[in-house]
């Protein structure tokens, strides 16, 4: 099935609704596309479309579709639900989804909803909730397959006859202890090519990575990478004890969560940003970051005041101002990318902060040289004024400097001191560069000009 | 291990080669790390410490550590071995890996490595050769572990025994025909529980996800995501004979570039960007974006010049007109960053565009409105001058509502028309904030206060 199909099929339901037919858009939206599908035609859909679409999904298809959807969406639909129906929906949900989900919703209707379960499920799903969701704990699932390590593989072998089927990704048993102390992997590669009479103990890996229930979600997400894991036990720190395990599909979207955060981050947007969430509800999240960029414009404004007597004499100096920020700030927003970038993937450490500012400083020495140069000549040609010329092109080297030196020390800096440099970098550093920009351009012309 | 562990790692090996102790050095990489952590720590490296420490690894492992690194790095020192040890090395690495790295050796290098091949090995790899290294022929690996569709899963049991080990990542059998024609795929977890008399047919998925060898990879990656698939048979799209297998671990790479790429086109950086590159090669590349933004920067000059007359009467406009620029700018880019997700995502499409546009002409206006309002109070304030307050106002809504505007069709209409973008739309966007709003306040201003 390809994109071309799922687009086709999303026009399909698109027009069965606009037509009236609920019918057909019934039809389609409960079986005919599979869930994952439905949930993205969810997602693509204006609230008042989203709205009349779920009412149209049989109540015993939700919980499937739930699982797919974003935080910020699954959560509009659970909190219009009654706690009946609730109960009813959530109980096909896997306990690592159920719980995700029940820390979405008030107090009182987690108790309601864990009171319907069974003992053993309400167990396992109170164990997700005490720990963080961006946790390893948070993470797990508690589906594992576990076996003795002083049994054979022969009789291993029969031991999984005896289930009607296996989890989804279960790529190795999980051998513990009586008291379920994790002591190793059995990858089922491993397992069907030996031999019959062996022991567990004997051919089980002890060197598996183990994940404590603690480790955050994006060390979690580095370890997946680092070793290709598919799945892997997730124990309590103290007592080493089975806890659960996390499996590929889950890390994936921390992975694209994390690579997705840095950019909208720089635009000042929330990673679970609704495109199509209520208008107001937007609004006031936006209008935050257009505050403190409001700020920053009257900060660069007020630098430029304090040149009113010079501007006032030269006007081609306010006419050139604007090309001085902003190569500054263009120049020093690549640094900043790719720095935070650097830094997300580890790259980049106290022990090389030293040589890549140095490198970063000669890139923008030899930038600011050669565009310094295209622009004193452009500049010249317009104005016929060589000393102008010479004077936007100093200030252009300057700005590109201090560009290199924020783009690349800001990130780090606010890395060590704990403020996500994605967030906060590119306001701090524009605000540098406009203020250097206009401080230079306009400092050197009052000195040299006047 | 933690990160912390990590850095703690790389302080040592920074550590013993600075000391001199190559014996120390010669150790941590040969073995004591692992080569993930090898490879990491080349990429942390500058030129000079990357070619030292490279040098220090015995040949035995270069081959584990290339597969590791980014393509840009890897090439790096491929280009400067000897044939010879180039299929040294080359030997030890999997079929798919090879060929991504064969793919940027020049063509006699990759006659003499093939040459060194058994003719089996060789076929494998001219057939991955054959395909582009972004689609699902490229991703692929041809390591299948294949069965019949007519014999017992007691004897495909005693077939897996044969072997002395599985593939990695083998989390199915495939079935094929006496021709290799893919039939369809048997879990290994379906395998576990089935009764050992039944045959494979019974039993076998026909349903399965199957990749056609020209399955672009940004394709292949949205159905892992969707489907949390482990490995999907790769097939000829003609002959539907199996051609090999893509593993969730090579899918994770492409999905982690993916959400890469739009930060990092959007400051003009390449995908394979390294944060160590030599510093001519890297200040060309980032010159030919600052070049792009001072074409726009001279565009949004001449439009202040356009206004030569006014501002040389008025100078608080000079002061003043970079904030209805920069707020359009920030506004804009907000809209445009949302944007771009939503069509990577799969969100946005000709269906809901009308809808997503008025939903961000309504939010624009809202915000428009509010910091209009704010910014007028200062201003006149500042200036002491009720009439520049309300020009400066009615401009800021008008360049939030273009932002907005802009914002929301740009990228729709530049992806309409095969352009990236995450690339375009940015220098586009702020081209037309800084016109839009330059125009706005001195041509309001040009009308009222003159």
């Known amino acids: 099935m390809t994109e071309q199909d799922t687009l086709q099929q999303f026009q399909a339901v698109t027009e069965s609704l606009e037509s009236g037919s609920t019918m057909q858009t019934r039809y389609l939206l409960n079986g005919a596309l599979p869930a994952q599908d439905v949930a993205r035609l969810l997602e693509s859909s204006p609230p008042k479309e989203r709205k009349l679409l779920w009412d149209l999904i049989d109540q015993k298809n939700e919980g499937e579709i739930l699982q797919y959807l974003s935080e910020e969406v699954s959560t509009q639909f659970l909190s219009q639900m009654g706690t009946e129906e609730l109960i009813a929906v959530t109980e096909q949900l896997e306990s690592d989804d159920l719980a995700d989900i029940l820390q979405n919703l008030p107090e009182t209707v987690v108790t309601e909803v864990l009171a ?23 993470l797990m699932n508690t589906d594992t397959i576990t076996i003795r390590p002083n049994i054979t593989v022969d009789i291993a072998f029969r031991f ?42 004997e051919i089980m890996d002890t060197e598996t990575t183990v994940i404590t229930a603690s480790t955050p979600e994006n060390e979690v997400a580095q370890l997946f990478e680092k070793l290709d894991l598919v799945s892997a036990p997730v124990i309590e720190e103290a007592s ?9 599909d889950d890390v994936v979207d921390v992975i694209r969560d994390q690579a997705e955060h840095s ?33 920053t414009a009257f900060i660069a404004s007020y630098v430029i005041g304090l040149f009113q007597a010079t501007i006032d004499q030269i006007v081609a100096l306010a006419i050139l101002m604007p090309i001085v920020a902003s190569m500054g700030g263009i120049a020093g927003s690549q640094v900043l990318t790719l720095v935070i970038r650097g830094i997300a993937l580890g790259h980049i450490s106290s022990a090389n902060t ?36 010479y004077i936007i092109a100093s200030a252009l080297i300057i700005n590109l400097l201090f560009a290199a030196l924020v783009g690349t020390l800001l990130p780090i800096t606010l890395k060590r001191f704990g403020i996500d440099p994605a967030l906060a970098g590119g306001v701090i550093l524009t605000t540098v560069t406009d203020v250097v920009g206009f401080l230079s351009f306009l400092g050197l012309a009052t000195i040299f000009l006047l």
Do not use: C
């Open 263 to 295: 950019m909208l981050s720089m635009a000042g947007l929330d990673d679970d940003e609704d495109t199509f969430a209520p208008i107001l509800y937007t609004s006031k999240r936006r209008a935050v970051w257009l505050g403190i960029n409001l700020i």
């Open 240 to 248: 080493g004890k089975l806890l659960g395990r996390i499996t590929i």
């Open 160 to 201: 999984l006859r005896r289930h009607s089927s296996l989890p989804d990704m279960t790529d190795s048993l999980l051998v513990v202890s009586r008291t379920d102390k994790f002591l190793g992997t059995l990858p089922l590669t491993k397992l069907l090519v030996a031999d019959p009479n062996t022991s567990i103990r």
């Open 354 to 389: 030293r040589w890549l500012l140095n490198r970063e400083i000669l890139v923008g020495l030899i930038n600011g040289l050669v565009w310094a140069f295209v622009v004193a000549l452009l500049t010249s040609f317009w104005f016929d004024d060589i000393k102008i010329a």
């Open 116 to 138: 319907s379960m069974t003992a053993q499920d309400r167990l396992r799903v109170e164990s997700l909730l005490s720990y963080p969701e961006d946790s390893a704990g948070g």
